[in-house]
């Protein structure tokens, strides 16, 4: 079992960990992302302020959006509390094997084509569809993770949803037009741990990637930032603000959207001071649904700019090219 960084002590950053110079985190632009109220009343208002974000920045926050704070505050202890737990009760989570879940790992070589590890161990699970038998491979420990993981995981979808329906609207589209098979397919959630790190100006948690599904829910760390969004050039760090969730629109929503909406790099930094947790839920489109640019989107002065495809040929292109969205892009964009 590869080591986990979560059970190690790290007096210095391990040479595996020192990315090459332009990969490193550098500068950072005081400027923020934007934060939406969800519970403002004027609903048509809400829904241009969420695509304006999603055009220009490709990530938003969220706050009044009607997940009660009790549900996330367990959410984030049990994350950490899973982490914290003796090696021998986490191993039996490792796996290899990227199609099993529930699935602990840490970060690979394999992962990048740098041949450098990044700072960070993660545990993965399934939270839609919810089969009920496969729930008795759940972590039974910290005590309460079976019963909070996929309340919690719910709630996070069923944002996701609602943000959907909304940027259906800026769009006017048909308010359902992403229910069903363009967000009915299997949602992850994904706990990612940064421990403490020994030096955090040599080292990323994740390097800069885009995600490869439709939409995504992420809870941050309350307590430490890291999250980074590239804007323009320029790197921009997420502040959190408790009870907010960080929402960004995945490459899956640009290739429907028809690059209206823009699927943004994003990174995550990791801090000396203390560990760090984030929790994101992505929804993902079902895997038999052809994707591509929606039809009500394309007239004769916007024509597709991206083909048609299904999710498996989408993930073995991105799988093949983590970190380089401009040849995983290329390969969808219909040549002129
Ligand atoms: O840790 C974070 O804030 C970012 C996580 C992320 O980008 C991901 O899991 O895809
Ligand atoms: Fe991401």
Redesign the pocket.
């Known amino acids: 079992m590869e080591k986990l960084l979560s059970n190690g002590h790290h007096e210095s950053l391990p040479e595996s960990y020192i990315l090459p110079v332009d990969k490193r985190p550098g500068l950072i632009i005081n400027k923020a992302i934007p934060v939406i109220d969800l519970a403002a009343h004027n609903h048509e208002q809400t829904a241009m302020q969420i695509l304006e974000a999603a055009k220009e920045y490709g990530f938003f926050q969220v706050v009044n959006h009607g997940i009660e704070e009790e549900v996330i505050r367990e959410m984030l202890k049990i994350s950490k509390e899973f982490f914290q737990l003796p090696i021998e009760e986490k191993a039996v989570y490792f796996s290899e094997d990227v199609t099993k879940f529930p699935r602990l790992h840490t970060s690979t070589t394999r992962v990048n084509k740098l041949e450098k590890k990044v700072w ?1 161990d ?1 545990f993965k699970f399934v939270c839609h569809p919810v089969d009920p038998q496969s729930m008795d491979q759940w972590p039974q420990r910290p005590t309460g993770f079976r019963e909070i993981a996929p309340k919690y995981s719910k709630f996070a979808r069923e944002l996701g949803l609602k943000i959907l329906e909304f940027i259906a609207q800026g769009l006017k589209l048909d308010d359902n037009y992403f229910n069903g098979e363009l967000s009915d397919g299997t949602s992850i959630v ?1 706990i ?1 741990y ?1 421990p403490q790190c020994p030096d955090p100006s040599l080292a990323l ?2 390097l800069s ?1 885009c ?1 490869p599904n439709l939409i ?1 829910v ?1 809870l ?2 309350d307590q430490v930032n ?2 980074q969004v590239l804007h323009h050039g320029d790197w921009i760090s ?1 502040d959190p603000i408790p009870n907010a969730f ?1 929402i ?1 629109v995945g490459h899956q929503l640009e290739f429907i959207t028809n690059g209206i909406l823009k699927s943004v790099e ?3 930094a990791t801090s000396s001071a203390m560990s ?3 929790i ?1 839920t ?1 929804i993902y489109p079902s895997s038999e649904c052809v994707i591509g640019p929606a039809k009500q989107l394309i007239d004769e002065n916007n024509g597709p700019i991206f083909r048609e495809f299904k999710l498996k040929e989408f993930l073995s292109i991105y799988n093949g090219h983590i970190g380089d969205t401009a040849n995983i892009m290329d390969a969808f964009k219909i040549k002129a």
């Open positions: 960070r993660y994904n990612n940064y948690g994740l990637h995600d995504t992420l941050p760390d890291g999250l997420v960080v960004n994003h990174r995550a760090r947790i984030s994101a992505f």
